[in-house]
């Protein structure tokens, strides 16, 4: 077999790899319904205290004083961008480590990690059904705050958008895999993705400006992917500016993205060898 030919081969035995991945998550998911109506309505009702509680602060869903920071002052479709990126948040850093604790769970891990194949592929498999399931339930809840609240969405705005998305997907990829790694070694990353899942919270601007946040705060804040996927998507949104305007915000998002993507590679693959060598893979 010729260099070209063997290339063709494993190409095909790698993308087998993650179509297959990807496939299992999705019958998975499918397999309980429940989850698929939790993710994809109920993050919507998360939102909605703050909705009314801005309403009974200002007398209504617009505010001069919130526009001074933001440049526009409808607040729910600012609330509805903030909850919808998060929701990739929730999905992505709970969803890889707590798949690597189902393959411990169900005995399969073993297997996985000793299987003839670069590990990569099936993390990018994972990954990619965890986001597509994140973009269902964001798809969801869209359509659901356009006919509850209103929202105007128009395919002009929504390429580049779901351009800042993959980048901000690509950042959680590596955070995802630090969580993974974690899943590896201590066998629960929960009570750390939600510790990581909070702290976006408060200091992304998925609720409010980042601006209202003390000059501390807004340092640690910028350190996250989620904000400047934020400001990118309610400046393209909210405010109708193009790619120019936020470029700076952009290469930010892209420096963070290989940050965190590198570490994610390098911290998997250092917990998956060190795990293996100490025989606690299948541990519980």
């Not at 009314?52 to 600012?78: D, H, K, N, R, W």
Request: net charge negative; charged share 10%.
């Amino acid at each position: 077999m010729n260099e070209s030919a063997y290339q063709q081969s494993t190409l095909r035995s790698n993308l087998f790899v993650v179509w297959n991945e990807i496939v299992k998550n999705i019958k998975t998911l499918l397999a309980y319904p429940t989850i698929i109506v939790f993710w994809a309505i109920f993050p919507i009702f998360w939102f909605i205290p703050f909705i009314l509680q801005g309403q009974a602060f200002v007398g209504g869903l617009e505010s001069a004083s919130f526009a001074e920071i933001t440049g526009s002052g409808e607040y729910v479709p600012f609330i509805v961008i903030g909850a919808v990126l998060n929701s990739y948040v929730n999905t992505l850093l709970y969803g890889m480590g707590e798949n690597i604790r189902k393959e411990a769970y169900q005995g399969t891990l073993d297997y996985v990690l000793a299987a003839p194949c670069n590990k990569a592929y099936v993390l990018i498999g994972k990954a990619i059904s965890e986001s597509l399931s994140s973009t269902m339930f964001a798809v969801s809840q869209l359509t659901l705050s356009v006919l509850l609240f209103g929202m105007s969405i128009t395919l002009g705005v929504m390429v580049p958008v779901f351009f800042v998305i993959v980048l901000l997907i690509l950042g959680l990829y590596g955070m995802a895999l630090i969580m993974a790694a974690f899943s590896l070694m201590y066998k629960q990353s929960y009570d750390l993705s939600e510790s990581i899942g909070y702290i976006f919270y408060v200091f992304a601007p998925v609720r409010y400006p980042i601006e209202s946040l003390p000059t501390w705060a807004q340092i640690f804040g910028k350190l996250i992917p989620l904000t400047y996927a934020l400001i990118i998507v309610r400046s393209f949104m909210l405010l109708g500016t193009d790619l120019s305007a936020v470029y700076l915000e952009v290469l930010a998002l892209l420096a963070i993205d290989v940050v965190l993507l590198l570490a994610g590679f390098y911290l998997f693959s250092w917990m998956e060898e060190k795990t293996k060598k100490s025989g606690t893979i299948s541990h519980h």
